[in-house]
């Protein structure tokens, strides 16, 4: 483990010197002595979340991807990651696309240790997450997405997961049980706490227990899951019409339900034809850019981390972003209580946000 950095080199106070004018010297002492994990290179929202980590002078990056460049499902030569196109157009030496992304990344901030690692998203082991800070997995089959989200609980490390296709992109944070944080605004000053909890708790959340109004993107991501495991990883569907059952099927509130057809549209038109290369390099800018945002406030503890979720464009309504949050139903309401002698008391726990109808002054409320 390196050692901890106690104070900006003159290097890093000329090459920093605008953000460290917005957040400060203690935020860019706690980003240079991050460490980040990044799973699988061939994905073009995970390149560029790394590019504005990497630029905004995160302390070590590690590439994890094994993915070869001449691999017949991902043609380096096809593909909209200009951050691959880059090394492996200016150099032979590159086999994959993580070190690919890697040289590329090493050469748009050279104060930043980056690292590549060939190994596969399905072998990662407690090994290689031992010393990172946080991990961020993208462009993923279901299956690998769960087995991350398991292993970073089990060893207590904050995880982002996020994918793109076509006009639809997510991402997911589970910063651990309780996040401690410096408020902003109204709340400056003030430590604070929010609760995350595992992808699989997020995915099997009551749909009674969310709010009326919901973005229609959780709602198409439940029904991927379950019926289109390799959409995010290589962009096929394998049952269109198993997706648009598994959407209307679930028993969410109407509002909550995509457009048959929209969806019908997306899948078919933007998904498909292009597959594996599916991903468009402008929703990815965007969301990646927001993302990066988010680990930065992760790493810094300052300002409230935004979570469950975030969705963008295909809530059917274009150049779109919503943050959404979703818990598992196992969360139930409980009480506790107890007496002894002349002391009694008791404790409620019903729940991060409880909707409840007002009396009085605000009685219909």
Request: hydrophobic residues 40%; contains cysteine; proline residues 4%.
């Amino acid at each position: 483990m390196a050692a901890k950095i106690t104070e900006l080199s003159a290097s890093e106070k000329k090459v920093y010197d605008r953000q460290l004018r917005v957040w400060g010297v203690d935020t860019q002492l706690r980003l240079s002595n991050a460490s980040l994990l990044l799973v699988n290179a061939t994905s073009l929202l995970a390149a560029e979340t790394a590019k504005n980590l990497v630029l905004a002078g995160v302390g070590s990056l590690t590439v994890v991807d094994n993915t070869p460049l001449s691999s017949p499902t991902r043609p380096a030569s096809n593909t909209n990651n200009y951050l691959v196109n880059a090394a492996s157009s200016s150099s032979d030496s590159h086999e994959t696309y993580g070190s690919a992304l890697a040289a590329s990344l090493q050469e748009l901030n050279p104060l930043v240790r980056v690292h590549h690692v060939c190994t596969s998203a399905s072998s990662l082991s407690a090994d290689t997450l031992a010393g990172a800070t946080l991990v961020a997995a993208f462009g993923l089959s279901t299956a690998d997405f769960d087995s991350i989200s398991r292993l970073c609980r089990a060893q207590s490390k904050p995880y982002y997961l996020g994918a793109s296709a076509g006009g639809y992109a997510f991402w997911f944070s589970d910063l651990g049980d309780e996040v401690q944080y410096e408020g902003d605004g109204k709340e400056a000053g003030r430590m604070l706490s929010k609760r995350f909890v595992s992808l699989k708790d997020a995915l099997a959340a009551d749909w009674a227990s969310m709010p009326r109004r919901m973005t229609k993107g959780y709602a198409l991501l439940r029904a991927v899951w379950t019926t289109a495991p390799e959409l995010f990883s290589t962009g096929v569907v394998p049952d269109v019409q198993g997706v648009l059952h598994a959407l209307a099927s679930q028993p969410c509130k109407e509002t909550l339900k995509s457009s048959a057809e929209n969806v019908r549209a997306w899948l078919n038109d933007e998904v498909a034809p292009f597959a594996p290369e599916c991903e468009d390099i402008a929703i990815c800018s965007v969301v990646g850019g927001v993302l990066a945002n988010e680990v930065l406030k992760s790493i810094s503890r300052k300002g409230e981390p935004a979570g469950n979720f975030f969705f963008y464009g295909q809530d059917l309504v274009a150049s779109q972003g919503a943050v959404e949050k979703a818990y598992s139903s196992s969360n139930n309401p409980y009480y506790l209580g107890a007496s002894a002698g002349g002391y009694a008391f008791w404790f409620s726990d019903v729940g991060d946000e409880v909707q409840y109808e007002g009396d009085g002054k605000q009685a219909d409320w």
